[in-house]
């Protein structure tokens, strides 16, 4: 159940991406007009969004490194988006980017809702990498941890001044859901904006 659990959450953030580079565009929700409520607690500042929404970037980047190859989606080209979604009732919130070509993909989700300045564990991921030929290269994530150490999600802003959401990230993929796989560790950084 946990397997099929992590795969469709990693499915919807892929499928968000694809929907989204087809409406690179077109115009979407600003986080501005949507209902924000700046909470301040007395050890750190929490930044939470009362409406959870889908937001596009317009500007920014997220960069992933894959073993000795570092990927860059870039904004103002390349489909990325901040998702937060609904799946039976529990929430999720993550980072998926699709380049132009259509030739790169990626996907990144946690549970909850996004809090600046909180790392959260990594929930789902997934990584494509088409090479041209016959076979692609598909990374998920590892079987060989526990869900708790699949990695982390580190957003150090979300919503703020002109910061859609700043942060970075760790985990560990796979090219395939066996028990004893071996795994890369993927790192990434992100910077997002929308104006």
Known sequence: MLRFSTWLVGFILLLSAF???????ESVKDPNAANTQLQVDSAKKLNSVSTPGNFLASKGTLKI?????????????????FVNINIDGKQYFGLTAINKAHTVSFGISSVGAPIAEMATNVAGCQFLLSTGGKSNLEYTLTRNAQPQDYGTIAIDKYNQDSILAKGGFHTYLARD???NSSFIIADGTFELKLK
Not at 19 to 25: A, E, G, R
Request: with cysteine; hydrophobic share 30%.
């Open 19 to 25: 929907l989204s580079s087809c409406q690179k565009d």
């Open 65 to 81: 490194k894959v073993r000795d190859s570092i990927y860059t989606f870039d904004a103002a080209q390349d489909s990325i988006a």
């Open 177 to 179: 859901t066996k028990p």
